[in-house]
């Protein structure tokens, strides 16, 4: 067992120079359309929809809220569940999301991913449509009209207005699963910057002897308004196509302004944001300018609506976020009989959460320009949440409550981050960005050869931490370190030929063998050490076709989504990206083999439905039922497959022995192999949400930790198939501290034995890490109470104070360290030694040009 007092020598990195891409789109998906027949309907919104990130590499994440359903607050908010890589290279300029069977989707109910269809431009004259269940592009068409400045859906979901660089409007019919060309608007001078659709319109009824075709309950939409590159706002009818208004904007020395954002409301007002930092309101029917405001000190790049339509927000190069509300006034004297009231915008606040510029605003739930009649009703004891994004690559989420829907009733902050629910008074919540796609890490180590290797793009990097004098071993085959005072040296800078960006890597625990993969293509290295001491990759060059007899020919991809190697390097263990088998790959020989293909996560059968069999806080269950003692269940033809229902596997695990292998996927399927006698072992109950890290413990190769993005976990006994009875106490009972702070798990590792210590006195201590925190957890002390969290911040160790009586005679299960932030990669590098990758935001945005500052009152 573990000794409570134990220190821990810490390798604090910041040497791994990775950047986040920025964030430049955000997107939440649209509601149903209410029923024509029924004017006012009442929305229940205790669901959260998912959140698209679009990022400058061209990847774009899909993030999931992580609380139960129909329950209104999350701690950990919004946690990224699924990448889709972009192609290499490539960016992503504007993101829409539009359900797939409109019909099939109740008016309350909020459409799940599966739901969905996302497109994306970056920056090209290609509008890319995702599939969201490969994370491959679907399908793609050409603008005919040049670069696509902005991408707009109609409030049915059936058109995208794409605005171009030859200053023409083309909608793209996305009806009955489509993508093909339906209209092109009249042409004007300049670009088509913004566009944004106008409030839809209920279709008339004709004669009662032409009713044929007729549909009492569909929209039709009624028009367009464009912010151009000419200092206009244009309105368009959208069933003719010609213009029908021009609005102008303000002008400074001749130069023309450029209306960067335009959204509308449901009584037809246009909202407008330029490069002058004007926020404009419109009157659609006369086309003239309602109010304006100075609000930025520099360009506006997006605006957002409030879910009722009351309140409107914008932001760009300033990095302010302001508030824009409707109230009501009154005109006349208290004698006079005729008092009017009428409403108009005021800047109600503002607030600056952003280091750099905000390119993308995104509210939930999302607003539909709906006409008054039809105006669709949120409940009002639910704040809405606006995320905000930019350069300073981490999106931001605010309570956005107005203060006038807490004057009747209580408001709940759905982040939980303060009791206060609106926008001036609330707290915001940065969320944590992952190394790594789909929340995995990119980072990863090589304990025997003390290498660290990142991925990024297109690159991969490899360094070596060095020993301290007095920590090296007296070993005479050791090669004597130069003196310098760096603990770490740069081995390797790896510059790969991909087709899309990297999705993931892997190193061999003695450093001989490195893999990485983009979503068509795994590259295998052996890894050759120098005089130097640097590292030389040598690329195993016939490895594609070593593993292309055992994939499908259709579709064409030797690519991996996650790669483990086995404690004694012996064997390679990765899940292939499009196809979802598992592949166990003997690299013992100077010629890889695969010694076996799994397809368990491409069966389709009734345990493997969408039903959820072991909620987190229920009591074991048996999971023997999955055992597969047939060989050939666990390895079937295509032919006999019908439709496979693929899953992402994004998460595996080796014991330490190398006997188990885990696997688990994005639908929340979970399962166990035999790596000794190369079969299938059992198969988990399914649980409520994706796991988000899992290992094995380094003293009890049997047990299972399995952590979820809500900060919980589980721990399964593989050799018994079952959860322990002991676990059960343990995870039910965890310290709110630990599951209800803000930053979700990110991963959790297990302090290997020392060399000359037993399995018994190595203890069984997890280590849980987040983004900005660390957290260990014995697990030999049964439950864990609340006051066992050791406040105090302690530099490189786990030691508690011995002079300190008090803290003495407390429980030591748990302790909390919160003074590396933010972390990107912690493990450990053998007994008693532990790495740290942390990513200082300041190092982050000092390799960016400079954000917006201007000097007030002649303060400097």
């Not at 408001?411 to 915001?428: K, M």
């Amino acid at each position: 067992m573990t000794d409570a007092t134990s220190s821990v020598a810490v390798h604090r990195c910041r040497f791994i120079d990775f950047d986040p891409a920025s964030i430049t789109s955000l997107a939440f998906p649209p509601l149903p359309l209410p029923s024509i027949k029924s004017p006012k309907h009442f929305s229940n919104h205790p669901n959260f929809g998912t959140l698209a990130v679009g990022r400058a590499n061209g990847n774009i994440d899909l993030c999931e809220w992580t609380g139960l359903r129909n329950e209104p607050q999350s701690q950990q908010a919004w946690v990224i569940r699924k990448t889709l890589p972009g192609l290499y290279p490539s960016k992503v300029d504007s993101l829409a999301f539009v359900i797939r069977e409109p019909h099939t989707i109740k008016q309350d109910q909020v459409p799940k991913a599966s739901d969905l269809r996302l497109f994306s431009s970056g920056g090209g004259s290609e509008l890319l449509e995702w599939d969201i269940e490969t994370s491959t592009v679907r399908r793609t068409i050409n603008s005919q009209g040049g670069t696509i400045w902005c991408i707009s859906a109609n409030p049915a979901g059936t058109v995208l207005a794409l605005g171009c660089e030859d200053g023409t409007i083309r909608l793209i019919s996305v009806a009955d699963d489509t993508l093909t060309h339906h209209k092109r608007f009249d042409r004007v001078k300049g670009r088509i910057l913004s566009v944004a659709w106008g409030p839809p319109t209920p279709k008339v009824k004709p004669d009662e002897d032409e009713d044929d075709d007729y549909d009492d309950d569909e929209w039709l939409d009624s028009w367009l308004v464009t912010g151009c590159s000419d200092s206009s706002l244009r309105k368009w009818d959208a069933s003719s196509g010609r213009m029908l208004d021009r609005m102008g904007t303000e002008k400074i020395r001749g130069e023309r302004t450029l209306v960067w954002a335009v959204a509308t409301l449901g009584d037809g007002t246009i909202v407008s944001g330029d490069s002058l930092g004007m926020v404009k309101f419109w009157d659609s029917r006369t086309c003239t300018q309602v109010q304006s405001f100075k609000s930025h000190g520099a360009d506006v790049l997006c605006l957002a609506v409030g879910p009722d339509g009351l309140a409107t927000y914008s932001s760009g190069v300033d990095q302010k976020l302001v508030q824009y509300a409707r109230v009501k006034t009154t005109q006349g004297s208290e004698n006079s009989s005729e008092i009017r009231s009428k409403t108009r915008w005021t800047q109600t606040s503002s607030r600056r959460m952003h280091a750099h510029d905000v390119r993308s605003l995104a509210i939930w739930p999302l607003y539909t320009p709906l006409p008054p009649s039809h105006k669709r009703q949120f409940p009002s004891e639910i704040a809405p949440v606006i995320a905000s994004g930019g350069l300073d690559m981490s999106v931001v989420v605010t309570p956005a409550a107005l203060p006038s829907s807490t004057l009747l009733s209580k408001v709940i902050n759905p982040l939980a981050t303060s009791v206060h629910a609106t926008f001036d008074d609330s707290y915001h919540r940065r969320l944590a960005y992952s190394s790594g796609p789909s929340s995995t890490s990119a980072i990863h180590v090589a304990r025997q050869a003390r290498l660290l290797t990142c991925m990024r793009d297109s690159r991969v990097s490899i360094w070596r931490i060095l020993r301290k004098p007095s920590a090296a071993r007296e070993d005479e085959d050791e090669v004597p370190e130069k003196p310098s005072t760096a603990s770490w040296e740069n081995c390797a800078e790896m510059e790969l030929d991909v087709h899309t960006n990297l999705v993931a890597s892997a190193i061999s625990d003695d450093g001989a063998w490195l893999v990485v993969s983009d979503l068509y293509e795994t590259k295998l290295f052996r890894l050759v050490i120098d005089g130097e001491r640097r590292v030389k990759p040598r690329r195993i060059r016939d490895f594609t076709s070593i593993i292309s007899p055992h994939l499908p020919q259709k579709p064409a991809s030797t690519g991996g989504l996650s790669f483990v190697f086995t404690p004694d390097s012996t064997k390679l263990v990765m899940s292939t990206a499009l196809t979802s088998y598992i592949l166990v790959i003997d690299i013992s020989e100077d010629k890889p083999r695969v010694l076996r293909k799994f397809d368990h996560h491409r069966q389709r059968n009734d345990f493997f439905t969408d039903r959820v069999t072991k909620d987190l806080k229920t009591t074991t269950v048996d999971t023997e039922m999955g055992s597969d003692d047939d060989d050939s269940g666990g390895e079937s033809s295509d032919s006999d497959e019908d439709e496979p229902l693929l899953g992402s596997v994004t998460r595996m695990a080796v014991s330490a022995d190398g006997q188990w292998l885990a696997t688990s996927d994005d639908r929340c399927r979970t399962h166990i192999f035999n790596l000794d006698s190369i079969q299938h072992h059992c198969v988990l109950p399914s649980f409520p949400q994706p796991i988000q890290s899992m290992t094995y413990s380094s003293s009890d190769p049997n047990l299972l930790v399995l952590a979820f993005p809500n900060n919980t976990f589980q721990i399964y006994d593989v050799e018994t198939r079952q959860f322990p009875p002991w676990s059960r106490e343990l995870c039910d009972n965890l310290p709110k501290r630990f599951t209800q702070i803000h930053d979700p798990i990110i991963g959790v590792t297990f302090e290997p034995p020392a060399p000359d210590a037993s399995s018994q006195s190595a203890g069984r201590s997890a280590l849980f890490w987040g983004s900005t925190w660390l957290c260990k957890i014995n697990f030999d002390d049964g439950p864990i109470k609340s006051y066992g969290f050791s406040k105090k911040r302690r530099r490189e160790t786990f030691k508690p104070q011995k002079n300190n009586h008090e803290n003495a005679e407390e429980p030591k299960e748990l302790k909390m360290i919160t003074q590396y932030r933010p972390v990107l990669f912690v493990d450990y590098l053998g007994s008693g030694e532990l790495v740290v990758v942390e990513r200082p935001l300041v190092d982050v945005l000092s390799n960016l040009p400079p954000a917006y500052f201007r000097h007030k009152y002649g303060a400097s």
